[in-house]
C-alpha cells in the first residue's frame, strides 16, 4: 500500500557530509511523522531522528547538533542533513514513516508503520 524509497547513501572521509532522502508514495491519507534510523554490524537498529507533523524534532544524543532532520510535506519527502561525519556513524540507515493508508478500492483504512530498504552510509578514518 505505500512505499518508501530512500537516496543519498555512500562513502565519505570523516569530517564530510551526506545528505539523505526519503519519498513516501502510495495509498497514502495522512503522513504522523517521518524518520531515519540506522543499524550497524552487529548492533540493533536505532533512533536517528524523527519528525512528526507539526511537532517537534527529535535527535539520538550521538548525532545532535551534527544532523539535521527536516520534511517536505507537498511532497511526503523527509531529508537527513548529516554534517561532521565521524566513523562511528557508519551504518545502513533506514527510512522510518507512521502512516495512515487509505484503499479507496476495498475500501480500507488503518494505521502503520512502514520502512525504506536502507541505504549505506560508510564513514572512513
Known amino acids: 500500500q505505500v512505499q518508501l524509497a530512500e537516496s543519498g547513501g555512500g562513502l565519505v572521509q570523516a569530517g564530510g557530509s551526506l545528505r539523505l532522502s526519503c519519498t513516501a508514495s502510495?495509498?497514502?491519507?495522512?503522513?504522523?511523522?517521518m524518520g531515519w534510523y540506522r543499524q550497524a554490524p552487529g548492533k540493533q537498529r536505532e533512533l536517528v531522528a524523527t519528525?512528526?507533523?507539526?511537532?517537534?524534532?527529535n535527535y539520538a544524543d550521538s548525532v545532535q547538533g551534527r544532523f539535521t532532520i527536516s520534511r517536505d510535506n507537498a511532497k511526503n519527502a523527509v531529508f537527513l542533513q548529516m554534517d561532521g561525519l565521524k566513523p562511528e556513524d557508519s551504518a545502513v540507515y533506514y527510512c522510518?514513516?507512521?502512516?495512515?493508508?487509505?484503499?479507496?478500492?476495498?475500501?480500507?483504512?488503518?494505521?502503520?508503520?512502514?520502512w525504506g530498504q536502507g541505504t549505506q552510509v560508510t564513514v572512513s578514518s
Open positions: 519528525i512528526p507533523t507539526g511537532g517537534a524534532t
Open positions: 522510518w514513516a507512521d502512516i495512515i493508508y487509505l484503499d479507496f478500492t476495498v475500501p480500507v483504512t488503518g494505521r502503520e508503520e512502514y
Open positions: 502510495g495509498k497514502i491519507s495522512d503522513i504522523k511523522a
